[in-house]
């Protein structure tokens, strides 16, 4: 099935959006991906930091890995994966025209955003509490270096989102495709990192 | 004002999105005590990581969209190359 839209004030759209079959255009602005690129480049050094110390102290590490509350991270990892979900059905909204629909995912998005934010800082507050620090322990440091590090990013595509959400207002003047698009990519990209955190974090270290 | 063609119907980036988070509970079912007798500890963090990595290549392609465009092959080198040198790295 398909229907027909119209993009006002937008970039013309040659190719379905991102999640559509057969599409080769590269969404967003190029640049934005040699950003992420460089970013999750960033995060890679960390990883490796992380990883290679692990190696030097498996057992200490292990003994502070199954401190963490695994059930939160899980639940973390899926409301991101929802969220990068909702985020690709908003864009291919915004390239149908379809505003409203487009808030209700970006709605949804936010919500999911919020709720990594709270689970996020419940789990910080219960460490905290039980008497880890970035100062308790190595594998700590790591972990809370790392997740804040994320967390940052969290709150800057949480911005990203909000200001695409508030341009689809009903009179507002929409986002542009590639806006929203780029929007999209860092959101993903944030999700993506997140996968491989908890990974090393809540399931790789317990070894 | 500009027309665009757009398909609708079942998505292949809603199938992504379950197998997703399919893979999200297989990967944590490796800290089990049954999965420890299966693979060794390190072979089972390994194993989580290929997964995360695995979904990582699904995000760039599927979420991101960059599936069959010009960017795809530098994203695809940067999860081969970090995914290595964790797994490498898990392996140690």
């Not at chain 1, 995060?43 to 057992?59: I, P």
């Not at chain 1, 800057?156 to 590639?178: D, E, K, N, Q």
């Amino acid at each position: 099935m398909t229907t027909t839209a119209h993009l006002p004030g937008n970039t013309p759209v040659a190719s379905p959006a991102p999640g559509s079959a057969g599409r080769r255009r590269l969404p967003a602005e190029p640049g934005l991906w040699g950003f992420l690129l460089a970013d999750m480049t960033v995060f890679a050094g960390f990883f490796a930091f992380y990883l290679w110390s692990l190696g030097d102290s498996r057992a200490a590490f292990a003994a502070d890995a199954s401190q963490l509350i695994v059930p939160l991270g899980l639940i973390n990892t899926l409301v991101l994966l929802a969220s990068s979900w909702t985020v690709v059905r908003a864009v291919r909204a915004h390239s149908a025209g379809d505003w409203h629909a487009a808030r209700t995912w970006l709605r949804l998005t936010l919500v999911g955003a919020a709720a990594f934010v709270v689970i996020k800082f419940s789990e910080y507050g219960v460490e905290i509490a039980h008497g880890h620090t970035m100062m308790s322990s190595g594998f700590f440091m790591f972990y809370f270096v790392l997740t804040a590090m994320h967390l940052m990013h969290v709150t800057i595509g949480t911005g990203l989102v909000t200001r695409w959400y508030h341009s689809l207002r009903p009179g507002g003047r929409p986002a542009s495709l590639l806006w929203s698009e780029s929007a999209a990519g860092y959101w993903h990209m944030v999700d993506l990192l997140w996968l491989i955190i908890f990974s090393f974090l809540y399931i790789g270290s317990h070894s | 004002v500009n027309n665009t063609t757009v398909k609708t119907g079942p998505a292949r980036v809603d199938i992504v999105f379950i197998g997703l988070a399919v893979a999200t509970f297989i990967a944590v079912l490796l800290n089990s005590a049954t999965a420890h007798d299966l693979f060794t500890p390190h072979g089972a963090a390994a194993i989580a990581a290929a997964i995360a990595f695995a979904k990582a290549r699904f995000v760039v392609s599927d979420f991101m969209g960059l599936r069959g465009t010009a960017m795809q092959w530098l994203f695809d080198a940067w999860i081969v190359v970090v995914g290595v040198m964790s797994i490498a790295l898990l392996l140690r």
